[in-house]
């Protein structure tokens, strides 16, 4: 989506993905098992589309991507809304951090951060914002609940983990529990 807004917090600053956003993205994509596994993602990149992706992802209608930064301007992963349903007002969320910038904070101040622009009338004025999270991830999950997204369904057995099926939890915040929420 054109124009998305540089977002300032505390500790993270998010940014448009832009092209040199590439060798960090690729860094990702390729040398992180574990957070491979944690958002089930099965697609299998090349460098030729990581470039193409970053180069051109910031013009791309109904989704939004921010790269997360701390102190300098180096992609440190990145928070995106996507599906965005201009009639309904919805929004998928997914976001990931490379691995040694996890647990530091960083994840939940930049769900809010997003969230407060999400639900603003001069932001995007959404209603509601989803997300699907794998029962193998217990950190993404515990983050998510405390920061006040409700399950709203489990898929049973909807994620192939190696040699085992995982469920895939269903979670949404709705823009008045978000106003509604203790800060
Ligand atoms: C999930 C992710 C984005 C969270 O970001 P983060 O910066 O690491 O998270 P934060 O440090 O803001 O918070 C993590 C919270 O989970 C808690 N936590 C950590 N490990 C946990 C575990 N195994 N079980 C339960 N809670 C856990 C932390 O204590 C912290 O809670 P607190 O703020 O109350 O102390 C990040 O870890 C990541 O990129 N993981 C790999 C990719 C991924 O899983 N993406 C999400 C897919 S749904």
Redesign the pocket.
């Given at each position: 989506m054109k124009g998305m807004p540089t977002l300032r917090g505390e500790m993270v600053t998010l940014r448009p993905i832009q092209s040199d956003d590439a060798d960090g993205m690729w860094e990702m994509v390729t040398q992180d098992p574990e957070?491979t596994r944690?958002?089930g993602t099965t697609e299998v990149f090349t460098r030729e589309q990581v470039d193409v992706w970053c180069a051109e992802v910031a013009d791309r209608d109904g989704r939004a991507d921010w790269a997360i930064t701390h102190l300098t301007d180096e992609y440190l992963?990145e928070i995106v809304l996507n599906q965005i349903d201009a009639h309904s007002r919805n929004a998928n969320l997914?976001?990931?951090?490379r691995p040694s910038h996890?647990?530091?904070?960083?994840?939940?101040?930049a769900i809010q951060l997003v969230l407060d622009h999400a639900f603003a009338p001069d932001g995007l004025g959404l209603h509601r914002v989803s997300?699907d999270?794998?029962s193998i991830?217990?950190?993404?999950y515990?983050?998510y609940e405390?920061l006040g997204f409700a399950v709203e369904g489990r898929l049973r057995e909807a994620h192939l983990d190696g040699d085992h099926w995982c469920d895939v939890i269903v979670m949404a915040v709705l823009e008045e529990d978000w106003r509604a929420r203790d800060r």
């Open positions: 957070g944690q958002t992963g997914r976001l990931a951090l996890r647990g530091r904070g960083f994840g939940g101040e997300l999270v794998l991830n217990p950190r993404a515990a983050l405390s």
